[in-house]
């Protein structure tokens, strides 16, 4: 920077102390450079680095000179407010706004949702290695609608966050933050350093971060923007965070080998179309070697896949945390379904693509003790593979195999290196690009023993749901001997269709009772199959077997099989009888009754238990059946049937059957309603008090109760004036309506739908076709009856219907055309049909004979009708004013056809018939020939 101080006269003067001030990165302060002295002819000059050291920052720069001592100039109100500082010159240092920002989010940001944003920032060459600023970024955002920290930001607003640095590298430096966009559209990420975000023309000693002006009036040395669109939700709305990238390795921990990454966890949070709407999920996982689904119902033990799920601290939006550790590069596709809702989110993984195979079975599984070949197929020619061994637990055994930069190979490891169960995981990988692919390859049991049931015996294997049953089972080798050595053991797991041997329903051990015999009493609370399962306990060569036997229910016969609720049934005896899985009694068993509801005006009493006799046969009584509709369930375990132990069978307490005409009714018309109770077994009920009363909605009057006829039938009348629903209520006590019981019937109330009549041409010609279409707002309806001209049909479901147009009689009549239909204003609208009169084609008189012409004349309502088309031998022609038009005849005889057209007028269709024309002179030619003849004949009896 140089420059020149002249006196009031324009000399310059020498020895002058030219002071520069300079605002101080991420303050609020002014510091001095302090010049050499001007020159003899006041010049000055001093080199100044902007971008560094002292702390130099970015804005207005101030050049001048210190007020002589005693003066009385005061110049500290202005910038830079240095008291003494007089300043003759500013200039403005800019920005480096080159900053490179990377936005990291794998997924969409989406409007409404907290998210947690993802960024990077670059370390640029120039940055220096003092301050590092790509590691000491202030981040912000603006451009869109947005809350965070508990304020609202427009558009136009700067919101500073706070930024949680993730992970540092010497290329870059990576921040995340949780924020919430409120509208869709284009969100700037805009970093800066030293990031005090002051203005230009501010002055304070604190500063806030919600600013009116954008980005581009605050100060930083440096600064960097990128953009990242906001999408609007949808019905359900799916957030995933942390998808992995690449296919990852690390180092196992024996003999330099390698194994996939193991603990990595992906979360996906689902929602409905807001925040604070959740819902559960079903969650599959597929490609990049992966193909695995959580269902909704998973236990985190019982699904490897999932580590954790739940819902927000406020009870919002279902999250599960998953294992996803793809297995090769290509696409990751997640599938989230609930009901009919469904999202598919695709993701790049890279690494490299391959296929490793096992020779027997290609199952990728390998017995232990034995060999097979294991191929790897179709990865890169640099890549290098290591075969890694590690036990159950995952433990490193050893280093099978490591192979150089060789691309696909094959290879078969010893059958003693393989001598307990465990896992061989296969590793391709080119370190300097850091891409790998692997597999996985399971070191499995010999599954050689066999696991027989001796007790119970055949016929009886299949075990009953709540009872204690005795198994006995004999552990057996491949030779048939009893296995008695290397540390046997038997157990047995509960699974069902949900619950599979990793999140069995119940886990049972059994004991030794020896010679290879195993016993165990258990009560399995649940129906399913037990899987009984053999094994030697050895941490060498495993051996084992298995069997299955069903679980069913114990099936419980009640008769009565019901009864009926709300109508004072008192002191009712029930029969029961019960049968276990396999059909035989429940002799000495103990049923605990279970109340499948507890509402209602009076509650259900009734024995708790009963013991069946040897027959399995016992009763129990209910004293009072009670006003609530219910069941009666029966466990062979003193426990709630939710909690297992149930039976199938139940006895039942309903309502009494309500058959009610009609069912819909409708507002403002009298209906007169027909109803009639029928008690469990389907008897008429008489003298039951009912009435109707309104659930929502009204009704003119609550109709007085009315006692049931000896058929069960009562007759209301009432007239609606709103929609909505009216119960069928039982009246317990006449005189207190307290004591009415609301069953499950209900009448619908509602308001008769307009129909509207659309035609298909209007006015319309006798003859054509009418389409008549009916709709209800926009919706067509079916089975409505149209009535056009005396014909009633129905309309299909496109609400349409067609009818031929009759014959009017007269030159025009107005048809109504109505459309009926129960729950609907009957509608009617009319329509022209107007009458086609008949052409007729008059011929000549006389026959017809080829090759002439004659005239016809064309006539309707008994008048000539001119410009009418004829057609007549492929020719067409036009009736004259007087009706009449000239046609020759062919030349060929026969029956000919001449048709008449006219618009909106009937055809005529006329056929002739042309007979062949006679010779001219053929009379007179004939007398001559005759003539002729007769002389010569006379001639010859002359001679004679």
């Not at 195999?401 to 691309?407: I, L, Q, W």
Request: hydrophobic share 35%; glycine share 10%.
């Amino acid at each position: 920077m140089a420059g020149k101080v002249l006196d009031g006269e324009g000399t310059g003067e020498k020895n002058y102390t030219v002071r520069v001030y300079y605002p101080v990165s991420g303050t609020f302060a002014y510091d001095e450079i302090t010049t050499p002295s001007t020159v003899t002819t006041g010049t000055y000059s001093l080199p100044i680095e902007t971008g560094s050291g002292k702390g130099y920052g970015a804005g207005v720069w101030y050049v001048g000179t210190y007020a002589t001592p005693g003066t009385r100039v005061d110049m500290s109100h202005e910038p830079p407010y240095v008291a003494g500082f007089i300043p003759y010159y500013s200039f403005t240092v800019g920005t480096k706004d080159t900053a490179t920002v990377t936005v990291h989010n794998t997924d969409d940001l989406v409007k409404g949702f907290t998210q947690t944003v993802n960024v990077s920032v670059k370390n640029e060459t120039w940055m220096t290695g003092n301050n590092k600023e790509f590691q000491n970024m202030k981040i912000h955002v603006t451009g869109i609608k947005g809350y965070y920290g508990g304020r609202e930001y427009g558009r136009t607003d700067v919101a500073l966050v706070t930024a949680t640095k993730k992970g540092t590298s010497d290329t870059r430096q990576y921040y995340e933050f949780d924020y919430m966009f409120n509208e869709t559209g284009t969100a700037t990420i805009w970093v800066s350093w030293p990031g005090n975000s002051t203005k230009y023309d501010y002055h304070g000693s604190s500063y806030g971060n919600r600013f009116g002006n954008h980005s581009t009036s605050l100060i930083a040395n440096i600064t960097g923007s990128t953009t990242v669109s906001v999408v609007s939700p949808g019905a359900m709305t799916v957030l995933v965070d942390n998808v992995p990238e690449a296919v990852e390795k690390e180092a196992a921990a024996c003999g330099g080998g390698w194994v996939n990454k193991s603990t990595a966890w992906t979360n996906i949070s689902v929602y409905g179309s807001t925040e604070n709407s959740h819902k559960n999920a079903t969650i599959t996982v597929t490609g990049c070697g992966l193909s695995f689904t959580i269902k909704e119902s998973d236990t985190i033990a019982g699904n490897k896949y999932l580590i954790d799920k739940g819902h927000d601290d406020n009870g919002n939006g279902a999250w599960y945390n998953i294992s996803i550790i793809p297995k090769m590069a290509g696409t990751l596709t997640i599938t989230v379904t609930n009901g009919s809702n469904e999202v598919v989110k695709d993701y790049s993984v890279t690494g490299l693509t391959g296929s490793v195979s096992t020779s027997i079975g290609d199952d990728l599984k390998i017995i232990v003790g034995t060999t097979e070949t294991i191929t790897l197929s179709g990865v890169s020619e640099y890549a290098e593979t290591k075969i890694t061994f590690f036990d159950e637990d995952w433990d490193c055994q050893a280093l099978l195999n490591a192979s150089e930069a060789v691309g696909e190979f094959s290879f078969t490891p010893d059958a003693d290196d393989i001598d307990r169960i465990g896992y061989i995981v296969v590793v391709a990988g080119i370190t300097a690009w850091d891409m790998y692919m692997y597999d996985i390859i399971e070191v499995v049991a010999v599954d050689d023993l066999t696991v027989n049931v001796t007790t119970p015996d055949e016929g009886n294997q299949t075990l009953t749901v709540g009872l204690e049953q005795e198994i006995v089972v004999k552990l057996l080798d491949s030779d048939g001997n009893a296995v008695t050595e290397d540390s046997p053991a038997v157990i047995a797991k509960l699974i069902d269709e949900d619950n599979d041997e990793d999140d069995p329903l119940q886990e049972f051990t059994f004991t030794s009772i020896g010679d290879g015999e195993w016993e165990a009493t258990l009560q399995p609370w649940f129906a399913g199959q037990l899987v009984i399962t053999g094994y030697n306990a050895s941490t060498g060569i495993k051996h084992i077997g298995n069997t299955t036997l069903d679980v069913d229910y114990a099936t419980i016969t009640y008769s009565p099989a019901g009864t009926t609720a709300a109508i004072g049934i008192e002191n009712l005896t029930v029969n029961v009888s019960g049968v276990d899985a396999n059909g035989n009694p429940l002799s000495g068993v103990t049923l605990y009754l279970w109340n499948g509801s507890i509402d209602g005006a009076t509650l259900l009493v009734f024995d708790d238990k009963v013991t069946l006799d040897e027959d399995g046969v016992g009763e129990f009584d209910i004293a009072i059946v009670g006003d609530n509709k219910t069941t009666i369930n029966a466990t062979l375990d003193n426990n709630q049937p939710a909690d297992g132990n149930r039976t199938l069978g139940v006895f039942s307490i309903n309502f009494p059957t309500f058959t009610v005409d009609p069912a819909t009714i409708y507002i403002g018309k009298s209906n007169l309603i027909s109803i009639i109770a029928k008690d469990y077994a389907g008897a008429p009920l008489e003298d039951v008090w009912l009435t109707l009363t309104p659930t929502y909605g009204n009704i003119a009057a609550e109709p007085d109760p009315v006692k049931t006829d000896s058929d069960g039938e009562v007759l209301f009348s009432i007239n609606p004036s709103s929609s909505g629903t009216i119960n069928v209520t039982i009246v317990k006590d006449i005189d207190d309506r307290t004591k009415d019981v609301t069953t499950d019937t209900y009448i619908t109330v509602t308001h008769l739908k307009e129909l509207t009549i659309t035609f298909s041409k209007s006015p319309i010609y006798e003859g054509e076709t009418l389409t008549v279409t009916v709709t209800t707002g926009t919706s067509p309806v079916e089975n409505v009856g149209v009535t056009f001209a005396g014909d009633t049909k129905m309309t299909g479901s496109d609400g349409k219907q067609t009818f031929v147009v009759p014959d009017p009689g007269v030159d025009s009549a107005i048809y109504d055309v109505t459309a009926e239909k129960a729950g609907y204003v009957t509608a009617t609208k009319s329509i022209t049909v107007i009458n086609k009169w008949d052409i007729s084609i008059v011929p000549p008189s006389g026959k017809l004979e080829t090759g002439k012409s004659y005239t016809f004349t064309v006539v309707a309502k008994g008048q000539p009708l001119a410009g009418a088309t004829v057609a007549f031998n492929d020719k067409t022609y036009t009736s004259g004013g007087d009706g009449k038009v000239t046609l020759t005849m062919p030349e060929t005889k026969g029956d000919y056809t001449i048709t008449a057209t006219y618009t909106n007028y009937m055809d005529a269709t006329e056929t002739i018939t042309v007979v062949k024309a006679e010779t001219p002179g053929f009379e007179l030619l004939t007398l001559v020939i005759a003539l002729g003849v007769a002389f010569i004949l006379l001639k010859r009896r002359r001679k004679q």
